[in-house]
């Protein structure tokens, strides 16, 4: 057997990303792959530009290098059509439409399939009920009235009603209680079995380690560190600075502090 039959065809490979925000470049030449139905994780702290590789990914910001998804190069291709071709982000904001009702923040992610092919949308609404019971209970409810958990299920149930085939989440631990988390990493536990292929960005490096198959350390725009999910979870560098009560970084730091992101375009910008 050689090389090529036994290591799966990457769903997406990168090379040499670079983006930022003007004249601020932000991520210095990222190179990762993510094999179809894996999830691979990118873990780094606050400001190293983990939300920035995803919105360059989804097409959200502009970038440089090469994005290769499902062997096609996707670097010049629209937000929509990366949509289209099967790439859903749940940004870290969430983003839900907080006064309207969860099963319409849920249409509002099927609009597509809706009007491409109008049958299949009453199917992928049931898909995302079955998978998540709880918003199928709160269908009529406002969004802005459910729980930090149930809107970041409302978040990933709006993401799987396009049908990606690679499913983006920012952070979906984020301002959630322990025991919450919990459930969220089980959701995406149970995801991986359905097939679809996940990049997972999170602070919470013991729990993202745990769920991924492999997993990048990212510090102020670079790959630090990568390697097995398994083995990074027990490498002493990853275990002082993001598993354990130490600080500091894997890397040299950074010479200046982030300042907080303002609001990105091209989402839609009313939180639940
Ligand atoms: N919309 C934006 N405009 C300008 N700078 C931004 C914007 N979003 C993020 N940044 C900056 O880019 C860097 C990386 O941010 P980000 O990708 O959000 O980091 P992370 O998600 O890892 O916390 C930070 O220095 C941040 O301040
Ligand atoms: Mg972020």
């Known amino acids: 057997m050689n090389q090529a039959q036994s290591t799966p065809a990457p769903l997406l490979d990168v090379r040499g990303l670079r983006a930022g925000y003007g004249r601020a470049e932000v991520l210095d030449g990222l190179d990762f792959s993510a094999p179809a139905g894996g999830v691979i994780t990118v873990i780094g702290p606050n400001g190293a530009g983990k939300s920035t590789t995803l919105n360059a990914l989804v097409g959200a910001i502009p970038a440089r290098g090469s994005i290769v998804f499902n062997g096609q190069d996707i670097g010049r291709a629209t937000l929509e059509e990366r949509v289209m071709l099967g790439i859903a982000l749940v940004p870290e904001r969430r983003e839900l439409f907080g006064s309207m009702t969860v099963e319409d923040n849920l249409l509002l992610g099927g609009w597509r399939q809706m009007r491409r092919n109008f049958p299949r949308w009453r199917d992928r609404i049931d898909e995302?009920?079955?998978?998540?019971?709880?918003?199928?209970?709160?269908?009529?409810?406002?969004?802005?009235?459910?729980?930090?958990?149930?809107?970041?299920?409302?978040?990933?149930?709006?993401?799987?009603?396009s049908a990606p085939r690679l499913l983006m989440l920012d952070e979906p631990s984020l301002g959630l209680a322990p025991l919450v988390t919990r459930e969220i990493f089980t959701i995406v536990e149970?995801?991986?079995?359905?097939?679809?292929?996940?990049?997972?960005?999170?602070?919470?490096?013991?729990?993202?380690?745990?769920?991924?198959?492999?997993?990048?350390?990212?510090?102020?725009?670079?790959?630090?560190?990568?390697?097995?999910?398994?083995?990074?979870?027990?490498?002493?560098?990853?275990?002082?600075?993001?598993?354990?009560?130490?600080?500091?970084?894997?890397?040299?730091?950074?010479?200046?502090?982030?300042?907080?992101?303002?609001?990105?375009?091209?989402?839609?910008?009313?939180?639940a």
């Open 128 to 161: 995302v009920y079955t998978r998540f019971p709880r918003l199928k209970e709160r269908r009529t409810q406002l969004a802005g009235t459910l729980s930090g958990g149930e809107r970041q299920m409302l978040a990933v149930g709006r993401a799987l009603m």
């Open 190 to 271: 149970g995801l991986r079995a359905t097939g679809v292929t996940i990049l997972l960005v999170e602070q919470n490096a013991r729990a993202a380690l745990a769920v991924a198959d492999h997993g990048y350390v990212l510090e102020t725009g670079q790959f630090a560190l990568h390697g097995p999910a398994a083995e990074l979870a027990s490498d002493p560098r990853v275990i002082d600075t993001y598993l354990g009560t130490g600080h500091g970084s894997v890397a040299p730091p950074a010479a200046t502090p982030a300042p907080p992101p303002p609001p990105l375009a091209g989402f839609a910008t009313a939180p």
